[in-house]
């Protein structure tokens, strides 16, 4: 049984996903940053199904903590947890940069972080696979507006981390993808998405189970399919 840590797992499509990859016999570690936030999880905890994880991916401490309350073994991550600070429709010549500083710290740095100290437990994986969870909207040639100025500039700077860390673990096996879940029914993708967390998250276990070598440094949509997103 493969064993996969999703961050920002309470909610949203993290939460869908905890579930869809339950479901598919996956051994989750569910990483969530307030466990008094986590009523889902905390039912699934005590149904013997998943192990959550206290992991604030802003924090160097928590998320070394968590690895450290880890099995020895970890086979995917997702890197899922992701903050859309802006209203979306600032100027430049009125952006908080706040806004900015928080969507790195945790859109960036807390991939980063969660890659870096959860390594050891993912290169005694058989099959190792990191997702960074992206989004159209950090694709640099197709964009065509300026909403979101901090949400895109972080997730643009995840996809280059994607495909930097995609050549440095190649020798390894080790992939590493960016990963588009769609437009979906979250507090951060407001009622008028395309698709349901469940959806969303169906596709993304199918991605996870046949993602490879092949695909890593590329940027897939939520099927794990080329072609629908360019960096
Ligand atoms: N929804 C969409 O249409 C869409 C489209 C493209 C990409 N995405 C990406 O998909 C991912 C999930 O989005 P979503 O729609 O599910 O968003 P969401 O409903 O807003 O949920 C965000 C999740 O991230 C967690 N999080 C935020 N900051 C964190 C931190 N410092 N440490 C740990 N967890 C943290 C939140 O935890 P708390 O409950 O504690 O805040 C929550 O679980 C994000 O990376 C997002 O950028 C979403």
């Given at each position: 049984m493969e064993t996969a840590l999703v961050t920002g797992a309470n909610r949203g499509i993290g939460y869908a996903l905890v579930k869809a990859l339950v479901d598919s016999d996956f051994r989750v570690l569910a990483g969530c940053r307030d466990l008094e936030n986590s009523v889902g999880l905390k039912k699934l905890e005590s149904s013997g199904s998943i192990q959550i994880l206290e992991l604030d991916v802003s924090s160097d401490e928590s998320v070394e903590a968590a690895a450290r309350k880890s099995p020895d073994r970890i086979d995917i991550i997702v890197n899922n947890a992701g903050l859309m600070p802006e209203r979306g429709n600032e100027s430049i010549a009125e952006i908080d940069f706040n806004h900015l500083r928080s969507a790195f710290e945790v859109n960036v740095l807390g991939a980063a972080r969660v890659i870096r100290s959860f390594l050891p437990r993912l290169r005694r994986s058989n099959r190792p696979r990191i997702l960074n969870v992206s989004s159209g909207l950090g694709s640099i040639a197709e964009r065509d507006s300026s909403t979101y100025y901090a949400y895109a500039v972080s997730k643009a700077a995840l996809n280059m981390l994607t495909r930097s860390t995609a050549f440095e673990f190649a020798p390894e096996g080790i992939t590493v993808v960016a990963i588009s879940p769609g437009w979906v029914r979250t507090d951060m993708g407001?009622?008028?998405?395309?698709?349901?967390p469940e959806e969303s998250a169906a596709a993304l276990v199918e991605a996870i189970r046949k993602i490879g070598p092949n695909l890593s440094g590329k940027f897939l949509d939520r099927f794990g399919q080329t072609g629908k997103y360019v960096w």
């Open positions: 407001g009622e008028e998405a395309d698709i349901s």
